[in-house]
T-cell receptor
Framework: GAVVSQHPSWVICKSGTSVKIECRSL??????MFWYRQFPKQSLMLMAT?????????EQGVEKDKFLINHASLTLSTLTVTSAHPEDSSFYIC???????????????FGDGTRLSIL | AQTVTQSQPEMSVQEAETVTLSCTYD???????LFWYKQPPSRQMILVIR??????QNATENRFSVNFQKAAKSFSLKISDSQLGDTAMYFC???????????FGKGTTLSVSS
């Protein structure tokens, strides 16, 4: 079945550093990918929609200069948390929409998530 | 804007029993898609079942079935013959016809005990 690879699965880094998370569709093209953030025992909150070849669309309250998204190819989107601080610690999940099939019925496939811990 | 509400933060059930998780949503659209996702402790998102709003027939997937009431904007999940492996957080999700991002409810933590 369709697979989305998200890397790294867990990262610990010092405050002030930047961290890049990759989301890659392995066997399908994804013109649209989504980035979510999840705090423990809470729901997935949409951060931004990433469209191949164009700027990402950020949800209200999400700092676009803080969370840089690049979707340079049909199979790869990256999320860079710039100058990360402890409050950025969270679980980040990407999903990729399979471009095949009728627009409204294109399935979305999730990566396994990245646990980010900022010390 | 669409919203998804799950009013049961936690549920528990014994093995082999049946449990129903509730979900309501709000939308002005006529065509859309509804989903139930399972998130076990591994935090992997697993699609459980999908319902297309234009289909009146309730979706079923083995032990999982839904009760879709379009007029009431209700979409509950029934798990029959519960198994220990069903222990997880369950999210109800809405997708509009334009296929933008999934909108999730707050989730229900289900515990299955022996």
């Amino acid at each position: 079945g369709a697979v989305v690879s998200q890397h790294p699965s867990w990262v610990i880094c010092k405050s002030g550093t930047s961290v890049k998370i990759e989301c890659r569709s392995l066997d399908f093209q994804a013109t649209t990918m989504f980035w979510y953030r999840q705090f423990p025992k809470q729901s997935l909150m949409l951060m931004a929609t990433s469209n191949e070849g164009s700027k990402a669309t950020y949800e209200q309250g999400v700092e676009k200069d803080k969370f840089l998204i690049n979707h340079a190819s049909l199979t790869l989107s990256t999320l860079t948390v710039t100058s990360a601080h402890p409050e950025d610690s969270s679980f980040y999940i990407c999903s990729a929409r399979d471009s095949r099939g009728p627009f409204g019925r294109q399935p979305q496939h999730f990566g396994d998530g990245t646990r980010l811990s900022i010390l | 804007a669409q919203t998804v509400t799950q009013s049961q933060p936690e549920m528990s059930v014994q093995e082999a029993e049946t449990v129903t998780l509730s979900c309501t949503y709000d939308t002005s659209e006529n065509n859309y898609y509804l989903f139930w996702y399972k998130q076990p402790p591994s935090r992997q998102m697993i699609l459980v079942i999908r319902q297309e709003a234009y289909k009146q027939q309730n979706a079923t997937e083995n032990r999982f079935s839904v009760n879709f009431q379009k007029a009431a904007k209700s979409f509950s999940l029934k798990i029959s013959d519960s198994q220990l492996g069903d222990t997880a957080m369950y999210f109800c999700a809405f997708l509009n016809q334009a296929g933008t991002a999934l909108i999730f409810g707050k989730g229900t933590t289900l515990s299955v005990s022996s």
